[in-house]
């Protein structure tokens, strides 16, 4: 069974900082894993994502320059790092993999099939 459990999340002042990170059991192999985030009423959009290997990341366009993805697979955690927050970051963030191996990047919530239960992030002015 594929459980991906993030950790993390909370309330913080518009520039501050957060990590989030989540920890994948269950797989069979290593695979892309991917951030997304969806604030009420939104879709469920890409924040980043990064291939098994750690060497090709993706972000998207609202949180380039601000946000960074890495891996540890020895610990097998895909971890976010947020700096710079601005209150529009507020929502409930996800991680996501696939059931099968995906050497490329996905950017859109129906290219993932394993998802968490998401972490919330607060960010206030």
């Known amino acids: 069974q594929v459980l991906l459990v993030e950790s993390g999340g909370g309330l913080v002042q518009a520039g501050g900082s957060l990590r989030l990170s989540c920890v994948a059991s269950?797989?069979?192999?290593?695979?892309?894993m991917a951030w997304f985030r969806q604030a009420p009423g939104q879709e469920r959009d890409i924040v980043a994502a990064i291939t098994w290997t750690g060497a090709t990341t993706t972000y998207g366009d609202s949180v380039k320059g601000r946000f960074t993805i890495s891996r540890d697979n020895g610990a097998n955690t895909v971890y976010l790092q947020m700096s710079s927050l601005r209150p529009e970051d507020t929502a409930v963030y996800y991680c996501?993999?696939?059931?099968?191996?995906?050497?490329?990047?996905?950017?859109?919530?129906?290219?993932?099939?394993?998802w968490g239960q998401g972490t919330q992030v607060t960010v206030s002015s």
């Open positions: 269950g797989l069979a192999f290593l695979n892309r």
């Open positions: 996501a993999t696939n059931r099968q191996f995906r050497a490329s990047l996905g950017h859109g919530r129906d290219e993932y099939d394993y």
